[in-house]
């Protein structure tokens, strides 16, 4: 029954999921699993409804059973919608069947909250996309929202990638492609690929087929890393990018620059622009030795700082290979290593619809740029999920002490820096509130930077504080920009503000 209530989103996203676990299974013969849905539907005025797949008629979908079976003859223009699975895309169901992202449209949502988006090929991001090119706002649910979505959808998922691995280009209908490096390449051929690089992508995911045997080819082919030319296997776009032996012939934008900054003004400076599977390790084996000390060879010592732990480095170097955007031909990830600081520059801003301040907080739900890289690095183990590896930077930062890693954006590179210790994070603030602060407060911030939240009550114990001085610091703290009041009286806690 329809109810009226003040809009709150993680409200509504709650409310999505447990609508979501009535979902009925439709009966098959064929085995394959519907997923759970559940939709929430908020209308101007505040009256909220609400749907779940299966709920009038087995294999309904939650959104259609909301807006044609319950409102088909209500204005809903303006309204705001919760679906805990993304929009199934126009081309995804037989005709005459209008997909669910038509069916928003031409009711005149203006919002949609998307729980995860549909792993199955003929959706993947395509119902997310068709939504913004109509005007329609879209967001995205909460990380931890997102996990029990998947947890309760596990085998619908398991299936749904499946099917991705196993669709072949002309074979079935498909969407437009994501990218224009999802097609086959002109000029090259299966020859250009480098045998090291297929070897050690076929060890990890542990493909039983032989490197460049038929079967591990076809295997290729359906995971969309090569396509065809008439009857002929070549490499698509994404492929050649990961298995090629010189991808920069053609993508030349591909790759990764490296650069140490001496303290002394001088650099060294190594590019890498081999297979980008094999990238993460060449990093790795040219960076270790050198992380512990930079050289000051102006006075021939040596600035020490504790090692960097690689897994810090080496998510960012991954995320920024996989999660860039490659239609920015002009522009090459960078990884600048100085004194106190690792940056790792990744051309693009983040896919909408992640924001800026869910990357700047490490809240960023899962959502990628390139699913067949994420696939790809994915089936190594080499990166987390289908997200931006949110938890492994935040995890392994707060294990080793360090401040939290910092994202900003300055219009052309999405920048990650990652703090060698603790000094650093406050010889990284903006001159005037470094030049702000006192000695103490210095200090203090040297502890802040490595939460993401404090109450007044730990800041004073850590740093050994009386309520009065631990009070006057949080406060200052607020006032250059640096902490978030949230909340009032006993259960007050400052956010540490990453921007």
């Known amino acids: 029954m329809a109810t009226k209530t003040k809009l709150d989103p993680r409200r509504m996203m709650l409310k999505s999921i447990q609508v979501m676990k009535a979902s009925i299974n439709e009966p098959r013969a064929d085995g394959k699993a519907s997923p759970l849905v559940g939709a929430v539907l908020v209308k101007p005025d505040g ?3 609400s749907a779940f797949r ?60 998307v729980g995860i988006e549909d792993p199955d090929p003929l959706v993947d991001r395509q119902g ?32 749904a990638l499946k099917r991705a691995a196993e669709a072949k280009d002309g074979k079935s209908a498909q969407p437009s492609p994501l990218s224009q490096w999802d097609k086959a390449l002109p000029g090259v051929t299966v020859t250009d690929l480098a045998s090291d690089a297929l070897t050690r992508y076929r060890e990890q995911t542990k493909i039983s087929d032989k490197t460049n045997s038929a079967g591990f080819l076809q295997r290729l082919e359906r995971q969309g890393l090569l396509g065809r030319r008439g009857s002929k296997l070549v490499p698509a776009g994404f492929g050649f990018l990961l298995f090629g032996k010189a991808p920069r012939e053609i993508l030349h934008h591909a790759g990764l620059n490296a650069t140490i900054e001496y303290p002394d003004g001088t650099h060294e400076i190594q590019n890498f622009d081999g297979p980008t599977i094999l990238i993460p390790d060449r990093v790795e084996a040219w960076l270790r030795p050198k992380l512990r000390n930079v050289i000051d060879r102006s006075r021939m ?77 994915g089936g190594t183990k080499l990166v ?33 820096t990652i703090y060698r210790d603790a000094k650093a994070a406050v010889s990284g603030l903006k001159a005037g509130v470094l030049k702000a602060l006192n000695d103490d407060e210095k200090k203090s911030w040297e502890y802040l930077a490595t939460k ?37 009286s006993s259960s007050t806690e400052y956010e540490v503000r990453k921007s």
């Open 384 to 416: 987390e999920g289908r997200g931006f590896g949110m938890r492994t930077l935040g995890e392994a930062a707060a294990k080793h002490g360090l401040p939290m890693p910092k994202y900003t954006f300055d219009g052309l590179y999405l920048n990650l």
């Open 54 to 113: 299966g709920e009038l008629r087995h294999g309904d979908h939650a959104e259609y059973t909301l807006l044609e079976r319950k409102h088909r003859d209500e204005r809903l223009d303006g309204s705001v919608l919760f679906a805990t699975l993304e929009p199934c895309a126009p081309g995804a169901r037989k005709h005459p069947k209008l997909a669910c992202a038509e069916r928003i449209v031409n009711a005149r949502i203006a919002e949609v909250w």
């Open 301 to 377: 010592t040596r600035a020490e700082r504790p090692a960097l732990p690689f897994d810090l480095v080496r998510e960012a170097v991954i995320n920024a290979l996989v999660h860039r955007d490659y239609d920015l031909t002009g522009a090459t990830c960078h990884l600048v290593v100085t004194v106190d600081t690792v940056t790792v520059r990744s051309p693009g801003a983040p896919l909408l619809p992640v924001t800026m301040a869910q990357m700047q907080d490490f809240t960023a739900p899962m959502y990628n740029r390139n699913p067949k890289l994420q696939f790809a690095f």
């Open 452 to 488: 993401t939240s404090v109450t007044r009550k730990e800041y004073a114990e850590r740093l050994g504080f009386d309520a009065r001085k631990a009070q006057r610091h949080l406060k200052r703290f607020v006032e250059l920009g640096l902490l978030r009041k949230v909340g009032a």
């Open 128 to 159: 997310i996309r068709y939504l913004e090119q109509n005007g329609v706002k879209v967001h995205l649910f909460d990380l931890d929202l997102q996990d029990e979505i998947r947890a309760a959808n596990k085998v619908f998922i398991a299936q």
């Open 47 to 49: 009256v909220v409804d």
